[in-house]
């Protein structure tokens, strides 16, 4: 079973702070995303990667960057975080090479941003 | 960039009825359609998918058809049972050797009753 870790389930910040979120996965899958949930806004796609060292914005980059220095790990950075970046953030992966496109999701991390 | 819009928003439904929920996307190149399935406090998992070339693909108590010339495809579950109650989400997306990302619907919460 692909595993999809995220090092932090709850964390609380304050404005202004920086903040790291990290995403391991342990198939070699080439691609990775990161998705904040909301109620009734599903999951958007804030950025990914088809590969070491490439990322693409989704549909809501603003107030993020990422980091992906090795194939196994995907970071999500708040560079000054903001009250309306609380929320649950997912990182999945998937395998490109295998024609398959399911994507496996980590179990998320809550921010809560004060 | 692709829409794509999820309804109902909720959905209460008596064990053994069935549950239907449907979804619009906006992208006509849009050619891979899959649904997730998130329960309480889990992540997201893949439940079934369809492609652009089938109308239609089912999975024991599940179901999903594909309307292309509409731009909208649909979750039916049949017999439901207090299990099927979750988040469920669909997506839309274009398959290309590059990769492709996946736009979310804003999710059914489906609550099923004994």
């Known amino acids: 079973d692909v595993k999809v870790t995220q090092s932090s389930r709850y964390l609380v910040k304050r404005t202004g702070e920086k903040v790291f979120l990290e995403c391991v996965q342990d198939m070699d899958h080439e691609n990775m995303f990161w998705y904040r949930q909301d109620p009734g806004l599903g999951l958007r796609l804030i950025y990914f990667s088809y590969d070491v060292k490439m990322k693409e914005k989704g549909d809501i980059p603003e107030g993020y960057s990422v980091s992906r220095e090795k194939k196994e790990r995907f970071s999500l950075i708040l560079e000054s975080a903001s009250t309306n970046q609380t929320s649950m953030y997912l990182c999945a992966s998937r395998d490109s090479e295998s024609g398959a496109n399911v994507l496996t999701f980590g179990a998320g991390s809550r921010l809560t941003v004060l | 960039g692709e829409n794509v819009e999820q309804h109902p928003s909720t959905l209460s439904v008596q064990e053994g009825d069935s549950a239907v929920i449907k979804c619009t996307y906006s992208d006509s190149a849009s ?26 693909k089912k999975d024991q108590r599940i179901a999903v058809t594909l309307n292309k010339t509409a731009k909208h495809f649909s979750l ?37 009753k004994p």
């Open chain 2, 31 to 56: 050619n891979y359609f899959p649904w997730y399935k998130q329960e309480l406090g889990k992540r997201p998992q893949l439940i079934i998918d369809i492609r652009s070339n089938v109308g239609e």
């Open chain 2, 76 to 112: 039916h579950i049949t017999e439901t049972q207090p299990e099927d109650s979750a988040v469920y989400f669909c997506a839309a997306s274009i398959i290309k050797a590059a990769g492709n990302k996946l736009t979310f619907g804003g999710g059914t919460r489906v609550l099923v």
